[in-house]
């Protein structure tokens, strides 16, 4: 069955520290890629795509992702992190894409970002 | 801008009944998603629709049933609630039959089973 694994599902870091977030999806073909955050109290964002091209995509407030292929991974990085980053992530696969087809997710990462 | 409604917000309900879910998509969005979300768990994708046909099925019981109407708006129809249920239910909806367009999620409905 495809899936995708977040590795991590609680992270605490401080203010300004740079952050890294771990997905790696089960091969299935193509597949397009997405990372999605969800504020408390708030539904799921959309933080960045990829489809194809450049592998390595940026996103709002800062964030980007690298697909490395050969490795099935979208890790979800940002330089510099703040307290209002505060919040569960997402990683998410669209193995086709034919049609209105659903996402698969992963169980999420719980960031906690410190003051 | 206008976002995805869902009502209720909240709902609270017996072993065996049922209960119905309500989607109202992004104004020209013709396509809806249904996932749930269980305690910590990841969403799963549910179903989908697309111009009021089914357009991809997931993990969704038999007890579960859906409909988009004319108006793009969607209903998830649970009977037979069993303890299990009780998750938070989203609805995305985007533009287009392609789920490579954004989807757009909704706050969802937490649907308690006692």
């Known amino acids: 069955a495809q899936s995708v694994s977040q590795h991590n599902h609680h992270v605490i870091l401080s203010e300004a520290a740079s952050l890294e977030l771990g997905c790696n999806y089960s091969?299935?073909?193509?597949?397009?890629l997405f990372w999605y955050v969800q504020y408390p109290g708030q539904h799921l964002q959309l933080l960045l795509k990829y489809f194809s091209g450049d592998p390595l995509v940026k996103g709002i407030k800062g964030f980007e992702a690298e697909f490395i292929k050969s490795k099935f991974s979208f890790n979800l990085r940002k330089p510099s992190v703040q307290w209002s980053d505060t919040a569960e992530y997402f990683c998410?696969?669209?193995?086709?894409?034919?049609?209105?087809?659903?996402?698969?997710f992963g169980k999420g990462t719980h960031l906690i970002i410190q003051p | 801008a206008a976002g995805v409604i869902q009502s209720p917000r909240h709902l609270i309900k017996e072993k065996r009944e049922t209960a119905t879910l309500k989607c109202y998509p992004i104004p020209r969005h013709d396509t809806v998603y249904w996932y749930q979300q269980g305690p910590g768990q990841d969403p799963q994708f549910l179903i989908s629709?697309?111009?009021?046909?089914?357009?991809d099925k997931g993990s969704i019981p038999d007890r579960f049933s859906a409909q988009q109407f004319s108006d793009y708006h969607s209903e998830l129809n649970m009977s037979s609630l069993e303890l299990g249920d009780s998750a938070l239910y989203f609805c995305?909806?985007?533009?287009?039959?392609?789920?490579?367009?954004?989807?757009?999620f909704g706050p969802g409905t937490r649907l308690t089973v006692l």
């Open positions: 995305a909806s985007s533009l287009g039959r392609t789920s490579l367009n954004e989807q757009f």
């Open positions: 998410a696969v669209l193995y086709s894409g034919g049609g209105a087809d659903g996402l698969t």
């Open positions: 629709f697309y111009e009021k046909m089914q357009s």
């Open positions: 091969y299935g073909g193509t597949v397009n």
